[in-house]
């Protein structure tokens, strides 16, 4: 079995998403993550190494792989698309609570903002370690911020701004998770974001990049 895991990793770095998918071309007719996932779980498998062993160590890879500039964007999405094809077959686990997910990360990119580019690399990074994220999307208010911290207490929130506008609306928005629920953990990111600007708003974390965020996630729960 370990070797069938070691090939799933492999599906996920490489983007391979099923048999019939034509990317990348030197795995063309091989199975891809979507096959090998259900023959690793029908053959006895426990879904956690199949996510630890299997999809995480390729989410991982790449992951370094694009923090170091040698794939980009298209890349990263062609893995997350085979990681989220694996993960149909570990979802009925997940919602029976077999596996036990890291914890809860919620994500948006904030009010008058509508890039999401980023915010998804970073949403789909870090699902793919294993917390649960909760992707509200782009233009999310405090609102919006505050009433999902309140149904997950103990979730960690992203928050993400491509903008210089608006990255005076992510200082709001931290203020205002400071005031209605402190105690928040609070990770931003963005083109324009700084650990510079960090300091100045207040916020626990800054990432230039998703690798950095799955980072700082995994950190706190060590
Ligand atoms: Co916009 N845009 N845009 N745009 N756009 C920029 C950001 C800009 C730099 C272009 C430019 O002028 N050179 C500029 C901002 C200038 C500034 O503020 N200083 C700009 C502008 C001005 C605008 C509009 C105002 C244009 C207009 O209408 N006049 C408008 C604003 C709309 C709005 O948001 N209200 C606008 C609109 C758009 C499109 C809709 C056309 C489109 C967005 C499509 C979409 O996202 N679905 C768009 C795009 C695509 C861009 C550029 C070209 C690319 C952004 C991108 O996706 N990069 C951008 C110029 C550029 O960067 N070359 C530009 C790729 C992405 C992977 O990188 O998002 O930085 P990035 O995410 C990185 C990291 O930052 C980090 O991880 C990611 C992977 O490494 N990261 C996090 C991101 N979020 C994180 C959160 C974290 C941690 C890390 O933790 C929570």
């Known amino acids: 079995m370990e070797e069938i895991f070691h090939q799933i990793a492999n599906c996920v770095e490489f983007g391979k998403v099923n048999k019939t998918s034509p ?6 007719g091989q199975d891809g993550a979507d096959e090998l996932t259900k023959y690793a779980l029908d053959n006895g498998a426990s879904p956690v190494d199949v996510l630890n062993k ?3 160590i390729g ?12 794939v980009f964007v ?15 077959h570990l979802k009925p686990y997940f919602q029976s609570g077999a596996v036990k997910r890291k914890g809860i990360f919620v994500i948006g990119t904030v009010v008058g903002d509508l890039h999401d580019i980023g915010k998804n690399l970073v949403s789909m990074m870090v699902e ?3 917390w649960e994220v909760i992707d509200l999307g782009t233009d999310v208010k405090a609102g919006k911020f505050i009433s999902t911290i309140q149904e997950h207490p103990g979730c960690v929130v992203g928050l993400s701004a491509l903008l210089t506008t608006t990255m005076g609306n992510m200082e709001m928005i931290v203020k205002e998770l400071q005031d209605q629920v402190p105690g928040t953990r609070i990770l931003i990111g963005g083109a324009p974001v700084t650990d510079e600007f960090r300091k100045k708003i207040g916020a626990d974390f800054y990432s230039p990049d998703p690798q950095g965020a799955v980072e700082y996630l995994n950190r706190m729960i060590a």
């Open 54 to 56: 299997g999809l995480v």
């Open 59 to 70: 989410m991982e890879k790449i992951g370094l792989k694009f923090r170091e500039n040698k």
């Open 74 to 88: 298209p890349q990263v999405l062609m893995s997350a698309k085979a990681m989220n094809t694996a993960m149909l």
């Open 128 to 130: 793919g370690n294993g």
């Open 23 to 28: 990317y990348p071309p030197d795995m063309k």
